[in-house]
């Protein structure tokens, strides 16, 4: 019997997870405000992310630029069947940018980038009614990227370099729909790494047929985080010997996908340019979230995801209205990565319709002021989990879910 | 540009601001879920312990939390429930004191033994609920574990004065409006718009969990003459029980009512196997030798000299063979033979014609409480390893709820029953089949979405650690009937939930 109720307590311990669809394309306000197209445009040093081939192209000596998102996401559940509910109140994501470009001759430029091209901050209520999957999680990854560009002629260039990946995430959830210690409170698990670092590489080229009409490419490679030296906290369990949960060590290892864009960019009428990205993210790395507890009397958790890959098509548009004032619009639009059956709670993704804008002020000759804003819109959606076990037996969690995200961003760009 | 930058960030302002995503019909809208013709602005729910959400052989807060009128009350939530009330135990113990000493005992949690293996024991530690702490207010959950169909009508149930004598009850004296109060009164004062009846249970229950050890009061219309164990005449539940149902739906009220299941459903009358002895060949036949004379010819004697029907004597046969045997037992509804034995032509001397005197095995269709687990097959003496309980000395009447006391019961169950599903034709009434739903968890069990909830002790899901009052799953999946019996009745759509969110058995180490 012992050996059934740890079971019963515990089988069904573990969905740890992180965030579906956790890619955030907040990589610049310039490109943002145009549908965050960019691997065709030459703009400024945003191209270290987008394109770092384009970089010999840009007319600056130096070029800096440094932005921030604010990301207000919201997600709200519901279950007519019970009249369960819930919104979450997660913090402002603040996503952030930092690149620079150097020409150092006609032929050839250097770069570096700081940006954060994956994360998530969701927060439930806790003890929501899918708290065994996720009360609350925070994702953090950063990329430094130094890069090189040699133009081969006007209509030829290529561009890469390394990548250097520090990432973080810590996350909260219930073990599973029952466990209380004595008093009733919910009996849960922390999981915390930080520090964990990986290399990977860019790689990218521009092609200009004419001087109006520009093609870009670029391939990220997928990178690997190995998390080695995690903690996981337990949290209300009871005094038992079935319940054998105490703080331990962990190691999990969580992929951060390739990415490969591909588009255009036209110039037209003077003023105007239009451009169109297609990025493919190859998520079908990303099987599933297994965590292996250090203490072998806790099981190890599996958590299938199983996404596929999925392409996101964007397009944008500038005019450059006055020579103080720059203007941009766009729209994108992002297929979700998560099967059906596989929609879990951290980052219920559905295919989003994304609308952009934004401007930027010229002050001078040098400084720039670049403000762009992004509101996605999820359709209301009933999906479900169908991987979350307990005592073997799969048991759906279930329901409506509605998402948006409103996102203002401000940024500065110094050119020479 | 100045002024473009402000309207600019003034623009981004109102978007995140009045981002909260809206579903096209909110679950917390109101007429999303409907309480039909039922107004369910103020609930009461009146009953015994099951309503107050007594678990693990005791009432302790998170039990209380888990209530099935609790539950239902936040389902009710959602189709202009009011706010519910009950009236909370001070910790998680469960025990109640007296002016400081303790009158009941802890709850059981499940705790792993020396031996590695896990099982109820009591929770240590000094409750802190004090009947004596006197709580002024009104509360909608008027569950009170122990009461009797006619106690809810009894004034006084609530005199804290009166629980040492056993005239009052002790969880009635901390909420009891007055000394006098009925705890029928105390619930109609609150004007309920709707409410639950669920009593009667003990009215056979405690005969039943004492093995038959009270008397049945089937014929005594005057209820202040029975014992705590006893059977209440069904005419006596008829009377209180359409006086509570006149009472409730006095003020129009809709409401609730909820049959009682049969004892036979729970675990504490199945865990027990009635051939519980395992005995080797040798030993089978030391006893049968032992109970050869007893067999052949005080039996077949008796019956000759017609003390004893034939009947009797080949019940009061005892056969011991090699693997699982039946106990041996002392029943009260036998002919009780000791004087007759002391005395010629058996001359027998005094304790074995005690031993003998009401003696039988235990039959396949008795019942064995779960109490009796801790008795049986052990030796009460240490100086005599051969006095083993079952075996040589016989299993007492109170663990045994024997067929003929097992008939008693369900006569008296269907007589109560028939009255209430009478009663709730008559009034309107909902009314939930809690006796055929509580069968169906006994006999194969209900599925849900993390397994199948079961009686099975401890591990079934459905009963707590007392084996008798229902665990949080249990009182979940009791709220899910009734609620279903109210929106059919009252054309109400009130959700129900999802019982595998609900826990069972708590485990814990002293």
């Given at each position: 019997?012992?050996?059934?109720?740890?079971?019963?307590?515990?089988?069904?311990?573990?969905?740890?997870?992180?965030?579906?669809?956790?890619?955030?394309?907040?990589?610049?306000?310039?490109?943002?405000?145009?549908?965050?197209?960019?691997?065709?445009?030459?703009?400024?040093?945003?191209?270290?992310?987008?394109?770092?081939?384009?970089?010999?192209?840009?007319?600056?000596?130096?070029?800096?630029?440094?932005?921030?998102?604010?990301?207000?996401?919201?997600?709200?559940?519901?279950?007519t069947e019970t009249g369960a509910?819930?919104?979450?109140?997660?913090?402002?994501?603040?996503?952030?940018?930092?690149?620079?470009?150097?020409?150092?001759?006609?032929?050839?430029?250097?770069?570096?980038?700081?940006?954060?091209?994956?994360?998530?901050?969701?927060?439930?209520?806790?003890?929501?009614?899918?708290?065994?999957?996720?009360?609350?999680?925070?994702?953090?990854?950063?990329?430094?990227?130094?890069?090189?560009?040699?133009?081969?002629?006007?209509?030829?260039?290529?561009?890469?370099?390394?990548?250097?990946?520090?990432?973080?995430?810590?996350?909260?959830?219930?073990?599973?729909?029952?466990?209380?210690?004595?008093?009733?409170?919910?009996?849960?698990?922390?999981?915390?790494?930080?520090?964990?670092?990986?290399?990977?590489?860019?790689?990218?080229?521009?092609?200009?047929?004419?001087?109006?009409?520009?093609?870009?490419?670029?391939?990220?490679?997928?990178?690997?985080?190995?998390?080695?030296?995690?903690?996981?906290?337990?949290?209300?369990?009871?005094?038992?010997?079935?319940?054998?949960?105490?703080?331990?060590?962990?190691?999990?290892?969580?992929?951060?996908?390739?990415?490969?864009?591909?588009?255009?960019?036209?110039?037209?009428?003077?003023?105007?340019?239009?451009?169109?990205?297609?990025?493919?993210?190859?998520?079908?790395?990303?099987?599933?979230?297994?965590?292996?507890?250090?203490?072998?009397?806790?099981?190890?958790?599996?958590?299938?995801?199983?996404?596929?890959?999925?392409?996101?098509?964007?397009?944008?548009?500038?005019?450059?209205?006055?020579?103080?004032?720059?203007?941009?619009?766009?729209?994108?639009?992002?297929?979700?990565?998560?099967?059906?059956?596989?929609?879990?709670?951290?980052?219920?993704?559905?295919?989003?319709?994304?609308?952009?804008?934004?401007?930027?002020?010229?002050?001078?000759?040098?400084?720039?002021?670049?403000?762009?804003?992004?509101?996605?819109?999820?359709?209301?959606?009933?999906?479900?989990?169908?991987?979350?076990?307990?005592?073997?037996?799969?048991?759906?969690?279930?329901?409506?879910?509605?998402?948006?995200?409103?996102?203002?961003?401000?940024?500065?760009?110094?050119?020479? | 540009?100045?002024?473009?930058?402000?309207?600019?960030?003034?623009?981004?302002?109102?978007?995140?601001?009045?981002?909260?995503?809206?579903?096209?019909?909110?679950v917390t809208d109101d007429g999303f879920y409907s309480s039909g013709t039922a107004n369910l602005s103020k609930y009461v729910s009146v009953g015994n312990s099951l309503t107050a959400g007594y678990a693990?052989g005791a009432l302790y807060i998170t039990g209380q939390k888990n209530s099935y009128p609790n539950i239902m009350a936040q389902q009710f939530a959602f189709a202009g429930g009011g706010e519910f009330y009950q009236p909370l135990m001070s910790?998680?113990?469960g025990?109640l004191?007296l002016?400081?000493?303790?009158i009941t005992?802890?709850?059981?949690?499940?705790?792993?033994?020396?031996?590695?293996?896990?099982?109820?024991?009591?929770?240590?530690?000094?409750?802190?609920t004090d009947i004596t702490n006197h709580l002024p207010s009104t509360y909608n959950n008027m569950g009170v574990p122990g009461a009797k169909s006619f106690h809810l009508v009894a004034p006084g149930y609530g005199n804290v004065a009166g629980v040492p004598t056993g005239a009052a009850n002790p969880y009635f004296a901390r909420f009891a409006s007055s000394e006098s109060a009925t705890v029928l009164g105390d619930a109609v004062a609150q004007n309920p718009t709707f409410f639950s009846l669920w009593i009667g249970n003990n009215d056979i229950l405690s005969y039943a969990t004492?093995?038959?050890?009270g008397v049945d009061q089937t014929g005594n219309f005057d209820p202040s003459t029975y014992g705590s164990n006893d059977i209440t005449d069904p005419n006596v539940f008829a009377l209180v029980y359409s006086q509570q149902v006149d009472a409730l739906t006095g003020n129009s009220a809709k409401g609730v009512l909820i049959n009682i299941p049969e004892v036979?459903s729970i675990?504490?009358?199945?865990?027990?196997?009635?051939?519980?002895?395992?005995?080797?060949?040798?030993?089978?036949?030391?006893?049968?030798?032992?109970?050869?004379?007893?067999?052949?010819?005080?039996?077949?004697?008796?019956?000759?000299?017609?003390?004893?029907?034939?009947?009797?004597?080949?019940?009061?046969?005892?056969?011991?063979?090699?693997?699982?045997?039946?106990?041996?037992?002392?029943?009260?509804?036998?002919?009780?033979?000791?004087?007759?034995?002391?005395?010629?032509?058996?001359?027998?001397?005094?304790?074995?014609?005690?031993?003998?005197?009401?003696?039988?095995?235990?039959?396949?269709?008795?019942?064995?409480?779960?109490?009796?687990?801790?008795?049986?097959?052990?030796?009460?003496?240490?100086?005599?390893?051969?006095?083993?309980?079952?075996?040589?000395?016989?299993?007492?009447?109170?663990?045994?709820?024997?067929?003929?006391?097992?008939?008693r019961i369900t006569a008296a169950s269907t007589a109560y029953n028939a009255t209430i599903e009478a009663l709730a034709g008559a009034k309107g009434l909902a009314y939930v089949d809690a006796k055929t739903a509580l069968a169906r968890v006994?006999?194969?069990?209900i599925?849900?979405?993390?397994?199948?909830?079961?009686?099975?002790?401890?591990?079934?899901?459905a009963f707590s650690?007392d084996?008798v009052h229902p665990t949080p799953r249990g009182y979940a999946y009791t709220a899910n009937l009734i609620i279903k019996a109210i929106n059919e009745t009252y054309d109400a759509t009130i959700p129900m939930v999802?019982i595998?969110?609900y826990?069972?058995?708590?485990?814990?180490?002293?």
């Open positions: 019997m012992k050996k059934v109720l740890v079971l019963a307590v515990f089988a069904l311990a573990s969905a740890v997870t992180y965030a579906g669809g956790y890619r955030v394309s907040l990589q610049g306000n310039k490109s943002l405000a145009m549908g965050h197209t960019g691997v065709a445009v030459i703009n400024s040093s945003e191209l270290v992310f987008f394109n770092p081939a384009g970089l010999v192209y840009l007319d600056d000596k130096f070029n800096v630029t440094a932005g921030m998102h604010g990301v207000f996401s919201n997600i709200a559940y519901q279950d509910n819930a919104q979450t109140d997660s913090p402002m994501g603040t996503p952030f940018y930092l690149y620079a470009s150097y020409k150092a001759t006609d032929w050839m430029a250097f770069g570096l980038g700081v940006y954060t091209p994956y994360g998530s901050s969701v927060e439930y209520e806790k003890d929501w009614a899918g708290s065994h999957l996720v009360n609350n999680i925070d994702l953090k990854a950063i990329y430094i990227q130094p890069t090189v560009s040699f133009k081969i002629n006007d209509k030829l260039s290529f561009g890469g370099g390394p990548i250097y990946v520090t990432g973080s995430v810590n996350f909260n959830r219930n073990l599973n729909r029952t466990l209380t210690d004595l008093e009733g409170n919910r009996a849960n698990v922390t999981i915390d790494a930080t520090g964990v670092t990986s290399w990977g590489w860019v790689a990218s080229t521009m092609f200009n047929p004419t001087d109006k009409l520009h093609i870009g490419a670029t391939y990220r490679s997928e990178i690997m985080l190995d998390a080695e030296e995690g903690d996981a906290t337990f949290e209300n369990i009871p005094n038992s010997p079935l319940t054998p949960f105490e703080n331990t060590g962990i190691k999990a290892s969580m992929p951060l996908p390739a990415e490969l864009t591909v588009g255009m960019s036209y110039d037209f009428c003077e003023s105007w340019t239009v451009a169109f990205d297609f990025n493919r993210t190859f998520w079908d790395v990303y099987e599933s979230l297994d965590i292996d507890f250090v203490n072998e009397d806790i099981p190890d958790s599996k958590n299938a995801r199983n996404y596929k890959n999925a392409s996101i098509y964007r397009f944008g548009m500038q005019y450059d209205a006055t020579k103080m004032f720059t203007l941009r619009a766009g729209y994108y639009f992002d297929e979700s990565p998560v099967r059906e059956g596989y929609f879990a709670p951290e980052t219920p993704r559905n295919d989003s319709n994304n609308f952009t804008a934004g401007l930027t002020v010229n002050l001078g000759e040098h400084l720039q002021i670049d403000a762009s804003f992004l509101y996605s819109h999820f359709k209301e959606i009933d999906a479900s989990y169908n991987y979350y076990f307990e005592n073997g037996v799969a048991v759906p969690f279930s329901g409506t879910y509605k998402t948006n995200a409103f996102v203002p961003g401000l940024g500065l760009t110094y050119k020479l | 540009m100045k002024n473009i930058l402000k309207y600019t960030f003034a623009l981004l302002a109102i978007g995140f601001v009045s981002c909260e995503p809206e579903f096209d019909s909110p693990d910790d998680n113990l025990g004191l002016s400081g000493n303790q005992e802890n709850r059981f949690v499940l705790a792993v033994g020396p031996n590695g293996n896990p099982g109820p024991v009591r929770l240590a530690g000094t409750p802190t004492s093995g038959g050890s036979t675990p504490y009358f199945t865990t027990v196997p009635t051939n519980a002895i395992p005995l080797d060949a040798a030993t089978a036949g030391a006893l049968n030798a032992q109970f050869g004379a007893y067999n052949t010819q005080i039996l077949p004697g008796l019956a000759g000299m017609g003390v004893i029907s034939p009947e009797e004597a080949a019940l009061r046969m005892i056969n011991f063979s090699a693997g699982q045997n039946f106990p041996i037992m002392t029943d009260d509804d036998l002919t009780d033979i000791t004087a007759i034995l002391q005395g010629p032509p058996f001359s027998l001397p005094a304790p074995l014609a005690i031993l003998l005197g009401q003696l039988r095995q235990v039959k396949s269709d008795d019942l064995i409480v779960l109490t009796a687990s801790s008795v049986l097959g052990t030796t009460p003496d240490p100086n005599n390893p051969q006095g083993v309980i079952g075996v040589s000395i016989p299993l007492s009447d109170q663990y045994v709820l024997a067929v003929s006391e097992q008939a006994a006999n194969g069990g599925p849900y979405d993390g397994g199948v909830l079961t009686s099975q002790f401890v591990t079934g899901g650690l084996g999802h595998g969110n826990g069972t058995v708590t485990v814990t180490n002293n």
